[in-house]
């Protein structure tokens, strides 16, 4: 059980585009999303929570028009870098959480994304 | 503002070693620290999970410990394989909400 799906999981493209990654809670309804980047051989970085129907709380730094998080249903958010950069290029993750703080955060395969 | 750190960054052992690895965190309000599997390119598996009130967790050759007044948690390996080669994050859920802080992972590699 608790499986989330992340799609897709490599993404090649031109500076200038946007890109939408998509994070499913298949067997569970999940209350609260996280969006996180990772750097090479670096750890996690939380970029912004998100709970569903309601706006994401960003992480300081992190630009919200950049970076657009929408929540919109308890299986689903999505993250969608907007006019992307080579800066941008990086792995990221999301998670997923079901109920309470006290239950364990299920996280997605990641997608590679590689801005030319 | 929470920091974690793993010690050591990287590790390598022969297949059936028995291992040790560390994690500390600078605050001790915490709701729960997380053991977490990392393999190349992917995304995280939950190994195994301690809410501050507890002291330890296992999970088959897994055993975590948790001292959470002095900011520190250890993941023991018994009987190492190669299978287990991946990086190892731990991270703590902070009190205040419900944000992860991770540390940057030990590289493990057990040689067959």
């Known amino acids: 059980g608790a499986v989330v799906s992340q799609h897709p999981s490599r993404v090649i493209c031109k500076s200038g585009t946007s890109v939408k990654i998509e994070c499913r809670s298949l067997?569970?309804?999940?209350?609260?999303m996280f969006w996180y980047r990772q750097f090479p051989k670096k750890s996690l970085m939380l970029m912004a929570t998100?709970?569903?129907?309601?706006?994401?709380?960003?992480e300081q730094g992190v630009e919200k028009d950049k970076f657009l998080i929408n929540h919109a249903s308890l299986t689903l958010s999505t993250l969608t870098v907007t006019s992307a950069h080579p800066e941008d290029s990086s792995f990221y993750i999301c998670s997923a959480r079901e109920g309470q703080y006290n239950q364990p955060q299920h996280f997605g395969d990641g997608t590679r994304l590689s801005i030319l | 503002k929470q920091e974690v750190t793993q010690i050591p960054a990287a590790l390598s052992v022969p297949e059936g070693e028995n291992l040790v690895l560390n994690c500390s965190f600078t605050d001790s309000a915490i709701y729960n620290l997380q053991w977490f599997r990392q393999d190349p390119g992917k995304g995280l598996t939950s190994l195994l999970l301690i809410q501050s009130s507890q002291r330890e967790q296992t999970s088959g050759r897994l055993n975590a410990s948790l001292d959470k007044s002095s900011g520190r948690s250890t993941l023991y390996i018994a009987a190492s394989q190669p299978g287990d080669s991946a990086t190892y994050l731990c991270?703590?859920?902070?009190?205040?909400?419900?944000?992860?802080?991770f540390g940057e992972g030990t590289q493990l590699t057990v040689n067959p």
């Open positions: 067997d569970f309804q999940a209350t609260t």
């Open positions: 991270a703590v859920e902070e009190a205040s909400g419900s944000r992860l802080t």
């Open positions: 998100s709970n569903e129907g309601s706006k994401a709380t960003y």
